[in-house]
């Protein structure tokens, strides 16, 4: 019973993650499709912005491109490494799993799981500290500093 909010925690952690790694079983259309991959490219002459929410000339040219693509059959994976190829890999917002995007990815979480388990050890040490009480030595050391703070007011 001690364990059960962490079991609860856990299989909270995997529903979700099951949940946002679950397959779309490929229903998409074409625009859904074509507007996801802009969401995933950076555009090229933007800092920042997705081929999606940006406005220029090269944008709109590369989200005709994906919806062509998507018309002629290409995949996903496809499209994407097309334009990796043509731009390199900073043209991808969200980083590869491998190499350096496991980094840019892994690195957070690590830093966040070490950190919660040092302060999950810092305060079971803190719990197993027995409590100080003051000593007999104690008191009368504090009564008698007390008393001559009076004495030379």
Not at 16 to 24: E, M, Y
């Amino acid at each position: 019973m001690k364990h059960a909010p962490w079991i609860l925690l856990g299989l909270v952690v995997v529903a979700v993650l099951a949940w946002a790694a679950w397959p779309d079983g490929g229903q998409q259309s074409v625009r859904e499709r074509a507007s996801a991959l802009a969401a995933e490219l950076r555009c090229p002459d933007c800092e920042g912005l997705s081929v999606a929410d940006s406005s220029t000339s090269s944008a709109r040219a590369i989200r005709a491109d994906l919806r062509a693509r998507i018309r002629a059959g290409e995949s996903d994976d496809d499209i994407r490494q097309e334009y990796v190829d043509r731009f390199g890999e900073s043209i991808l917002l969200n980083p590869e799993g491998e190499g350096l995007g496991v980094l840019v990815w892994g690195l957070p979480v690590l830093v966040l799981v070490v950190g919660a388990g040092g302060l999950v050890l810092a305060l079971r040490r803190w719990r197993r500290q027995p409590a100080m009480h003051a000593t007999e030595a104690d008191v009368e050391l504090v009564g008698r500093t007390r008393a001559q703070q009076v004495e030379d007011r």
